[in-house]
């Protein structure tokens, strides 16, 4: 079921002072209608949403601004429906191969000619995930970093340092087991974190567009690229980096170890800093880097999860849609909607502050400043959903039984011939 609100642009004292000095001036008159889908339905981004309605209808309002918020799974389930029978003028999405279904069928609007603009200059960073084909497909509006969350603490016991590459990441990790820990903690029991460990691997290995081609079905999974990833990861596996037993634990299963000491690092996303924070590591024990260099012939690339906003091609009012869009992605309503009262996440414009937390600073200068590689959307987001449940199962087996490689590697192909045809 729709869930319709129409937003009330009287309610909006507490932003006017934002949009007039931030904004006055520079945009053109707008009017008719402007209706927008969103699946921001948890009450922390539904408010964020309406709020941007609000300030974006009190800087026009001879715009009629229609916002209906539908449950986010349902969502999921609807958007093509809608997007073929009554399009609304902008609608939520996600960034990357998610987008790729609605590129192919021509439901999605080609808007590189507004990435061309001024505004969208400080999106750099983004870019990457918002092109199919050499083309623009939408606008993001919040991601969040992935790195190698780490015992500050420990590596001060040992004398370690944060390492910029494989070669010293894998001396730590030999001082670390000589310690009596393991270097990582990790659960697979639910896949994905292992897809995780597959992304940094393979996007050091080979590069952003090499993973982007492997995840879209342009390279073999036998491809010597892809071994070579894997040749990396067993170098970790072989020497005992990782816990045991952890096919066993969920993610939040598996962070006890590293709040206890017994692993001293976990390849994450920054949600899990409330968490480890919450179990006693403090910013004195707890500390952030960038997944270390391996190839230095290829450029950095992340995975930040990217939420974006599109305009449908049917969309009746895209003048205001395009106006939407660039409004969502300037720098001052980057900065508020992302900051800890609200989504508490990463202001995608580089140009944007960023709320006053000590990881959420850390994020924001590796993928506004070092991440040329690109941004990827993690394997699950990237792959589709099919592919990405037989070759995360792959990883986690291979995790286990580095040995079986090559009768995984045989699984993967064969399911990506079927899948991708």
């Known amino acids: 079921m729709f869930h319709k609100s129409k937003a009330l642009l009287a309610s909006v004292a507490a932003s006017v002072a934002l949009t007039g000095a931030a904004f006055a001036g520079s945009h053109a008159k707008l009017s008719g209608d402007l209706v927008i889908f969103s699946d921001m339905s948890n009450p922390a981004p539904r408010a964020v949403m309406e709020g941007m309605v609000e300030r974006f209808g009190a800087m026009h309002p001879d715009l009629n601004i229609e916002l209906t918020v539908i449950d986010r799974e349902a969502y999921k389930t609807q958007i093509r429906n809608f997007l073929s029978a009554n399009p609304p003028d902008v609608a939520n999405w996600y960034a990357a191969n998610r987008m790729r279904p609605y590129v192919d069928a021509g439901l999605f609007e080609d808007i590189s000619d507004l990435w061309g603009e001024a505004e969208l200059a400080d999106l750099a960073s983004t870019k990457g995930a918002m092109t199919l084909d050499g083309k623009q497909w939408g606008?993001?509006?919040?991601?969040?970093?992935?790195?190698?969350?780490?015992?500050?603490d420990i590596f001060e016991e040992l004398g370690l340092a944060e390492p910029a590459t494989f070669d010293e990441e894998i001396a730590n990790c030999q001082k670390i087991i000589d310690s009596g820990r393991k270097c990582y903690t990790i659960g697979t029991k639910f896949l994905w974190t292992a897809g995780g460990w597959f992304d940094y691997l393979n996007m050091r290995t080979n590069g952003y567009d090499y993973h982007a081609k492997l995840t879209a079905g342009e390279i073999a999974w036998t491809d010597s690229g892809v071994a070579e990833t894997f040749a990396n990861w067993r170098?970790?596996?072989?020497?005992?980096?990782?816990?045991?037993?952890?096919?066993?634990?969920?993610?939040?299963?598996?962070?006890?170890?590293?709040?206890?000491?017994?692993?001293?690092?976990?390849?994450?996303?920054?949600?899990?800093?409330?968490?480890?924070?919450?179990?006693?590591?403090?910013?004195?024990?707890?500390?952030?880097?960038?997944?270390p260099v391996i190839n230095a012939s290829v450029e950095l690339a992340e995975d930040a999860p990217t939420d974006t906003f599109h305009i449908p091609s049917g969309a009746a009012n895209k003048e205001a849609a395009r106006a939407f869009l660039k409004f969502v992605v300037s720098p001052?309503?980057?900065?508020?909607?992302?900051?800890?009262?609200?989504?508490?996440?990463?202001?995608?414009?580089?140009?944007?502050?960023?709320?006053?937390?000590?990881?959420?600073?850390?994020?924001?200068?590796?993928?506004?400043?070092?991440?040329?590689?690109?941004?990827?959307?993690?394997?699950?987001?990237?792959?589709?959903?099919?592919?990405?449940?037989?070759?995360m199962e792959g990883f986690q087996e291979f995790m286990v039984k580095p040995d079986n490689l090559d009768k995984i590697i045989a699984r993967l192909d064969r399911a990506a011939q079927r899948i991708y045809k």
């Open 332 to 391: 001052e309503n980057q900065t508020l909607i992302n900051n800890g009262d609200n989504l508490g996440q990463l202001p995608v414009n580089s140009k944007s502050s960023v709320d006053d937390d000590k990881f959420l600073k850390q994020g924001f200068a590796m993928l506004s400043s070092n991440s040329p590689g690109g941004v990827a959307q993690f394997f699950d987001r990237d792959a589709p959903a099919e592919m990405a449940k037989v070759a």
């Open 235 to 291: 170098k970790l596996i072989d020497m005992g980096a990782f816990i045991d037993n952890h096919t066993a634990y969920s993610w939040q299963e598996a962070m006890p170890f590293m709040v206890n000491g017994e692993a001293t690092a976990y390849l994450m996303g920054n949600f899990a800093v409330s968490p480890l924070r919450d179990g006693g590591l403090d910013d004195s024990k707890l500390d952030f880097y960038q997944f």
């Open 139 to 152: 606008v993001p509006y919040t991601y969040y970093q992935w790195g190698v969350y780490y015992r500050k």
